[in-house]
């Protein structure tokens, strides 16, 4: 079975499914598809919390380094990827990644900083050491900024991380 990437809202011809249905087929609590088949892949759904810049919630196959950042012309938000039309994100954000048994979240020089369960990675504009994370935790990406009136001009994304393994099991507790 493949899992196709492309933009939400554009319908397979071969399926009449979209990347959306696509990329919800491969990260049922089985994971497996409706023919059985087993990804084998690490997934991660990233779900916005209320105090986050609104976007929907993502489904992002691990099996290769992700990368989370601002939209720019060539690089698009889409239900599988971690690009956001969000002003406080640097374009190369940060990575997020499974290896050896774990997930990992790493800023990559952000400016406006990478955050787990409301803890900074590292110091504006230097690059994080690799942290690991887990099923239930909180990442921030980017800062609100708020203008003399305490009023948000641009908010960041926070969202609920939910992690699956390759097998299709859950992740954490």
Same mark, same amino acid.
């Given at each position: 079975?493949?899992?196709y990437?492309k /933009? $939400?809202?554009? +319908? =397979?011809p071969l399926? &009449?499914t979209t990347? *959306?249905?696509?990329v /919800?087929?491969?990260t049922?609590?089985a994971?497996?598809s409706?023919?059985? %088949?087993?990804?084998?892949v !690490?997934r *991660?759904i990233?779900?916005?919390? !209320?105090? #986050?810049h $609104?976007?929907?919630?993502?489904h992002l196959? +691990? =099996?290769? $380094?992700i990368?989370?950042?601002?939209? %720019?012309?060539?690089?698009? !938000?889409?239900?599988?990827?971690?690009?956001? =039309?969000?002003k406080?994100l640097?374009?190369?954000?940060? +990575? +997020?990644?499974?290896?050896d048994?774990?997930?990992?979240?790493?800023?990559?020089?952000?400016?406006?900083?990478?955050? %787990?369960?409301?803890?900074r990675?590292?110091k504006s504009?230097?690059?994080?050491? $690799?942290?690991e994370?887990? #099923? &239930?935790?909180?990442?921030?990406?980017?800062? =609100?900024v708020? /203008?003399n009136s305490?009023? %948000?001009v641009?908010?960041c994304?926070v *969202?609920?991380?939910?992690?699956?393994l390759p097998?299709g099991?859950?992740?954490?507790p």
């Open positions: 079975m493949v899992v990437r /933009e $939400p809202n554009n +319908l =397979d399926t &009449g990347a *959306a249905q696509s /919800e087929e491969a049922n609590d994971g497996k409706a023919n059985s %088949v087993s990804y084998m !690490p *991660a990233l779900t916005s919390r !209320p105090n #986050s $609104p976007f929907q919630e993502r196959l +691990l =099996d290769q $380094p990368k989370v950042g601002r939209s %720019v012309a060539r690089c698009r !938000p889409a239900l599988c990827n971690a690009i956001f =039309d969000c406080v640097s374009r190369n954000h940060a +990575l +997020l990644w499974y290896e048994g774990k997930f990992y979240l790493q800023d990559t020089k952000s400016s406006n900083g990478t955050f %787990v369960n409301n803890q990675l590292s504009s230097e690059e994080s050491l $690799p942290r994370v887990c #099923s &239930g935790d909180i990442v921030q990406f980017g800062v =609100d708020v /203008e305490r009023k %948000v641009h908010g994304i *969202a609920t991380l939910k992690l699956y097998d099991k859950k992740q954490g």
